[in-house]
């Protein structure tokens, strides 16, 4: 089933600059870009985008992280995108990430774990929702 799903380079990930080795990671695995842009996100967008992490002691560290430089914000499509970005990112804590994920490659810990992708479909729907416009997805 084709699908669609929303990667961010982290400030961590922009830092280290390795936005195109991540991006072509994904192209690799015959994913799409559909949308793609530089974005400084805002703490009324991250407490929709991280509103099942709003009660966890790290959200405010989480939050300023997330806003301390602009991220790389992109729409992967493909078949099975969900899945398949999954996989390539690796789990949330890169030291259970298996080598050749992002997350082992270019991950310290659970705060910096370089990229964030979407959970599932609905949430991939609400991520796209909140930082792209009908006009910029192609
Ligand atoms: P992400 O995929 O963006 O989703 C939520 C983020 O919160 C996650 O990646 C981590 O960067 C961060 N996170 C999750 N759990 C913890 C934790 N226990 N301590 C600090 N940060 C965390």
């Given at each position: 089933?084709?699908?669609?799903?929303?990667?961010?380079?982290?400030?961590?990930?922009?830092?280290?600059h390795?936005?195109?080795?991540?991006?072509?990671?994904?192209?690799?695995?015959?994913?799409?870009v559909?949308?793609?842009?530089?974005?400084?996100?805002?703490?009324?967008?991250?407490?929709?985008?991280?509103?099942?992490?709003?009660?966890?002691?790290?959200?405010?560290?989480?939050?300023?992280?997330?806003?301390?430089?602009?991220?790389?914000?992109?729409?992967?499509?493909?078949?099975g995108?969900?899945?398949?970005?999954?996989?390539?990112?690796?789990?949330t804590?890169p030291?259970?990430?298996?080598?050749?994920?992002?997350?082992?490659?270019?991950?310290?810990d659970?705060?910096?774990?370089?990229?964030?992708?979407?959970?599932?479909?609905?949430?991939?729907?609400?991520?796209?929702g909140?930082?792209?416009t009908?006009e910029?997805?192609?």
């Amino acid at each position: 089933m084709t699908q669609r799903t929303v990667v961010l380079i982290k400030p961590d990930g922009v830092e280290k600059h390795i936005v195109g080795e991540i991006i072509s990671r994904f192209e690799k695995a015959g994913l799409r870009v559909v949308a793609l842009k530089m974005v400084r996100l805002t703490q009324q967008i991250l407490d929709v985008w991280y509103a099942h992490h709003k009660d966890k002691p790290f959200f405010p560290s989480l939050s300023a992280a997330m806003m301390s430089t602009p991220v790389v914000a992109f729409i992967l499509e493909g078949d099975g995108a969900i899945q398949k970005v999954f996989d390539i990112c690796g789990p949330t804590d890169p030291a259970e990430a298996a080598p050749g994920t992002i997350r082992k490659d270019f991950g310290v810990d659970k705060p910096h774990n370089v990229v964030h992708r979407s959970d599932s479909a609905e949430a991939a729907q609400k991520e796209i929702g909140l930082l792209f416009t009908k006009e910029e997805l192609f």
